[in-house]
C-alpha cells in the first residue's frame, strides 16, 4: 500500500488515491451521463450510511481473507491482497469485516484514473469524484479535475462537507460545482447522527455559495433522527439572494442496506416529504426534487 505521496519512478512526487470503484455511467450524480469515482475512506460516520464499508481503510486483520470463497485475497507479509481477477463479488469480504472497510481497492493515480475516465469519454458528460469523502484527497482530486478539464469533460465533487474547503481554491477553479449533503442543522443533532461538525458544512456552505460552487444540496430526511424544517431554514439563511439559482434534493431515507443502529427504522410518510417539498419551494429554492 503506497503512502497517499510518494515517489513515482524516482524523478517526482506522484499522489495516490485509494479507490474503492469507478461506475462507468450514472445518471444520479450530476447532469447527464457521467463516470462516477468512489474513493474510500471517510472522516465521518453516519448512523444511515449505505455504504458502511466505504468508511475505513483495511486495517490487516486477515478474517477476510480466510473467508473468501474465490480465493482472490491473500497475505503478502503482514498486508492483505486482493486479486482483481480472481474476485467473484461476493461481498463476503465486506460482510465479515469488522472495521467497516473494504480490501477491495486500489491506490491509484490521478493520471491512472484519468485515463480509465478517459476511455468511457466519448459516452459521458463529465466526471464526479465521490466517497467515503473524496476531500480527504483534494489535492490528489485537483490534478485528476485539471486532466479531466483538458479533455472537456465536467468535473464535480460529492461531499458530506465535513472537510473544510478554506484553502483548496485550486481545486474549485478546476471543479465545475460541489454536490453538498447538509445532514442536519443544529450542532447536537448532527453530531448524534454523524459523529461530525455541522459548523465545518456552514462555513463550506456560505464559502461554496460565494463562489457559485454549488452543484445541488442535499437533505437526507431520516425521522426522529434530524431536522430538515430547521435544515432548510438554515440554508435559506446563508444563501439568502442566491437561493433562487440553488437546487435542493430532499431524498426519503431508506433502510437498505444500512447497518446499525437505524437498520430498522422507518421511511418518511409521502405526506411528510409533500410538507418539506412544499416548506422549501416557499423559502424560495429555485429548483426542489423528491428522491
Known amino acids: 500500500m503506497p503512502s497517499p505521496l510518494c515517489l513515482k519512478g524516482g524523478t517526482r512526487m506522484e499522489l495516490f488515491a485509494p479507490v474503492n470503484k469507478v ?4 445518471l444520479v450524480d450530476g447532469p447527464g451521463s457521467r463516470c462516477s469515482v468512489f474513493l474510500q ?3 465521518i460516520a453516519c448512523a444511515y450510511c449505505h455504504n458502511p464499508e466505504t468508511q475505513n481503510l483495511c486495517e490487516e486483520c486477515g478474517l477476510c481473507v480466510e ?30 469485516c469488522p472495521h467497516k472497510a473494504s480490501p477491495k481497492i486500489e491506490w491509484l493515480t490521478p493520471s491512472e484514473v484519468f485515463a480509465i475516465v478517459h476511455s468511457y469519454q466519448p459516452f459521458i458528460r463529465g466526471i464526479t469524484v465521490s466517497g467515503g469523502e473524496c476531500m480527504l484527497h483534494a489535492h490528489w482530486m485537483r490534478e485528476l479535475f485539471a486532466l479531466c478539464r483538458e479533455a472537456g469533460l465536467g468535473t464535480l465533487i460529492d461531499s458530506n462537507g465535513c472537510v473544510p474547503f478554506e484553502g483548496h ?11 453538498l449533503d447538509v445532514k442536519a ?4 443533532t448532527f453530531a448524534q447522527l454523524t459523529s461530525g ?27 426522529g433522527w434530524n431536522d430538515p424544517e430547521a435544515t432548510i431554514a438554515g440554508i435559506a439563511d446563508v444563501l439568502d439572494e442566491k437561493l433562487a439559482q440553488t437546487k435542493l434534493k430532499l431524498i426519503r431515507f431508506r433502510r437498505f442496506g444500512v447497518v446499525g443502529t437505524l437498520a430498522n427504522a422507518d421511511s ?8 418539506l417539498e412544499a416548506l422549501a419551494r416557499e423559502a424560495g429554492f429555485g429548483q426542489v426534487e423528491l428522491r
Open 23 to 26: 461506475i462507468p455511467f450514472s
Open 41 to 43: 475512506g471517510c472522516n
Open 67 to 96: 473467508q473468501c470463497p474465490a480465493g482472490a485475497l491473500y497475505r503478502e507479509g503482514r498486508h492483505v491482497r486482493w486479486n482483481k481477477d480472481a474476485c467473484v463479488q461476493c461481498d463476503t469480504c465486506i460482510h465479515v
Open 169 to 179: 481554491n485550486d481545486l474549485l477553479d478546476v471543479a465545475d460545482g460541489v454536490m
Open 185 to 188: 442543522w443544529d450542532e447536537g
Open 197 to 223: 461538525d455541522v459548523r465545518v458544512v456552514k462555513r463550506n456552505l456560505a464559502l461554496l455559495a460565494e463562489r457559485d460552487k454549488i452543484e445541488e444540496l442535499r437533505i437526507v430526511v431520516v425521522p
Open 268 to 275: 418518511p410518510t409521502d405526506e411528510r416529504m409533500g410538507e
